[in-house]
């Protein structure tokens, strides 16, 4: 399940079903595909049977790997944090899944699909046979279903904004029991990739719920696991808050190898719940995880030499993260200090005084060893189909900076930075505590903004917290975070950018401007536009506004840091997210033993 991806102190996936991630392995694909060049249906057939594990593996073992944060719900239709997206991605299946590895497209529960020649209609057939964790059928019925919980506008979905075109809901209709057919109001650029992480759901199970208008609260972390069903390769046993998840082997999961035995291999996966990158390192190290998601650069380079032939770590290069600074331009913030303070981030020489004055190459050499890059707009190199070149990235010049809050009638008494109105200028930064690398950014970015006469704290908060002050209440001065996606097609973007977007956080309640509105405009121009070049122009003006006015202050990019045990055989890290364990039901694990005794620790 993709989408997820993506957010700072709370990591955040940009959440879009399906329009994203294919263009790192397969570029020349991705450009015939958004050409109209290609027909879905075909493409498949070429590629093998993705629902068969190429090479047999060893059954039995169990994985341990580690989350910075516990889960926040076991709902899909409400995830939003990156932790939460991950985990039930094991847990749950798509129609069509983008291959995090190649970047293309595979069957999943569509067993194949056909697109009309107007590019409007999709008919979809399903896998027959197929059961849920809990052994009830699956088929069109619980598709149909998981639409139309999408679509609802009650439900407040997080990906509802990709299955809404032109202003038109996409319309789900059921041919029988195996077969369904979509119909677009317009043609959609990579339509096909819409479905990638929209988890189908049990009807059986959510009807009621749904009926009853409480379907957004069902599914709690309080939950029983027998409550709670799905079509991913394993199925919630247990867990206790704070400390573990524990999955299970899903004895009904619809793969099989090319052996002719049914996946997952692993008997389960353990979730620790361990806060701090440090300490899921030092967990990693000692032989008490075999898998590490994220590792912090600061101990890569550590582990890299210090390498006992039990644990491997790999650099996949740039991946699709940016991490920025973010002020609060909400109307609605229910704190008044905020809104005194708000005169100065909605005045964009503040803002670019602020971007001018932060050393991102310092970031990068302290915060990643290196191993990262500086960005001053939110695409990265991970994504060299889509970024735009021809946006010149300026070093840092204190003397810009203090050029820019002159011109907008900043002053300065006894280096303390005034305000025209004579009042100091000071605000916080609100950050994650669960991560030490956005700490240790938010360290530097605040001696930065010192040199300046701004006088700014570092606030820090579990993630949880962070992200409900930010996208729940909008109480918060400025934060360091993080967004990063599932996928690299410009669509992943939409619920950033566009009006609507459940992610677009500097501005969620206020005031709409005219580059605001052109930024959504071009959003949604780009998705119904099939050509790549002129996709590539449109998407190319919506990185120049964003550098233009600095919604958000882009910093820096970190590359893709795993770990794994060396007993984890099938293991493929890929820059798209979720990076290690996203083909979990191919992975197998040898000398058992070992993982088990630390399973049960």
């Known amino acids: 399940m993709s989408n997820g991806g993506k957010w700072p102190c709370p990591s955040f996936f940009r959440i879009v079903p399906t329009v994203t991630l294919a263009c790192v392995a397969g570029l020349a694909f991705c450009r015939a595909m958004q050409q109209g060049n290609v027909n879905a249906g075909e493409h498949n057939k070429s590629t093998g049977n993705p629902q068969i594990a ?40 798509d129609l069509i899944h983008i291959n995090r590895k190649s970047g293309k497209t595979e069957p999943a529960l569509a067993t194949r699909w056909e ?13 027959r046979g197929l059961r849920f964790s809990d052994s009830a059928p699956m088929d069109a019925d619980d598709v149909v279903f998981t639409f139309r919980v999408h679509l609802d506008e009650r439900t407040r979905s997080p990906q509802r904004d990709l299955l809404v075109l032109n202003g038109k809901p996409i319309q789900v209709e059921k041919v029988d029991q195996y077969t369904l057919r979509f119909r677009l109001s317009v043609p959609y650029a990579a339509a096909e990739r819409l479905f990638d992480g929209i988890a189908v759901l049990p009807r059986h199970l959510l009807s009621k719920a749904y009926e009853s208008g409480q379907l957004t609260s069902t599914w709690q972390v309080d939950t029983s696991p027998a409550a709670i069903a799905g079509m991913g390769p394993f199925r919630l046993k247990s867990y206790v808050s704070g400390q573990r998840v524990v999955l299970e082997r899903n004895p009904f999961y619809w793969k099989g190898d090319a052996g002719g035995g049914r996946l997952p291999f692993l008997d389960g996966i353990v979730i620790q719940i ?21 590792l912090a650069a600061d101990t890569f380079p550590s582990l890299q ?40 981030f909605r005045n964009v020489s503040f803002r670019r005084a602020v971007s001018a004055v932060i050393d991102r190459e310092s970031v990068v050499r302290l915060v990643y060893r290196g191993l990262g890059d500086p960005i001053t707009i939110p695409v990265t190199e991970g994504n060299p189909l889509w970024i735009n070149r021809n946006l010149r990235q300026h070093g840092r010049s204190l003397e810009r900076a203090r050029q820019l809050l002159r011109d907008a009638s900043f002053s300065w008494k006894d280096g303390v930075l005034l305000d025209p109105e004579g009042q100091k200028v000071s605000f916080s930064i609100l950050v994650s505590a669960s991560s030490s690398q ?6 530097i970015v605040q001696e930065d903004l010192r040199q300046l006469g701004m006088q700014v704290s570092v606030v820090s908060a579990d993630a949880r917290a962070v992200q409900y002050r930010i996208l729940d209440r909008q109480d918060y001065e400025a934060a360091l975070m ?21 992610l677009r956080m500097w501005n969620m309640t206020g005031t709409v401007t005219e580059w ?21 122009r449109i998407y190319d003006r919506v990185q120049e506004l964003v550098a233009h006015h600095l919604p958000i202050i882009c910093i820096a990019s970190p590359h893709v840091l795993i770990g794994s045990s060396t007993r984890v055989q099938g293991f493929k890290p890929a820059v798209l997210r979720p990076h290690a364990l996203w083909n979990a ?13 630390a399973a049960r620790r």
């Open 438 to 443: 956005r700490s240790k950014m938010a360290t």
């Open 585 to 597: 039901q191919e992975l197998y694990m040898t000398n058992r033993g070992a993982g088990d005794h």
């Open 482 to 502: 993080a967004l990063a996606s599932g996928d690299t097609d410009p669509n992943s973007d939409i619920n950033v950018w566009s009006l609507n977007g459940s």
């Open 54 to 93: 190429q090479r047999p593996g060893a059954y039995g073992g169990t994985l341990v790997t580690a989350f910075r944060s516990e889960p926040r719900s076991f709902n899909p239709i409400t995830a939003l944090d990156t932790g939460t997206r991950e985990l039930l991605g094991l847990m749950h299946a």
């Open 274 to 294: 361990v806060p701090t990158e440090d300490a899921q390192a030092i967990r990693f190290q000692s032989g008490e995880l075999d898998v590490v998601n994220t």
């Open 516 to 536: 605001e509105r052109e930024l959504d405009t071009l959003m949604w121009r780009q998705m119904l536009t099939l050509e790549y070049k002129e996709r590539k």
């Open 115 to 127: 697109v009309s020649p107007d590019g409007l209609l999709y008919t979809i057939y399903l896998q």
């Open 305 to 344: 030499k210090s390498g006992t032939g039990r644990q491997r770590v790999h650099d996949a290069g740039p991946g699709l993260e940016y991490n920025f600074l973010v002020f609060n331009l909400n109307d609605q913030t229910p704190s008044s200090a905020v809104r005194g303070k708000q005169k100065w």
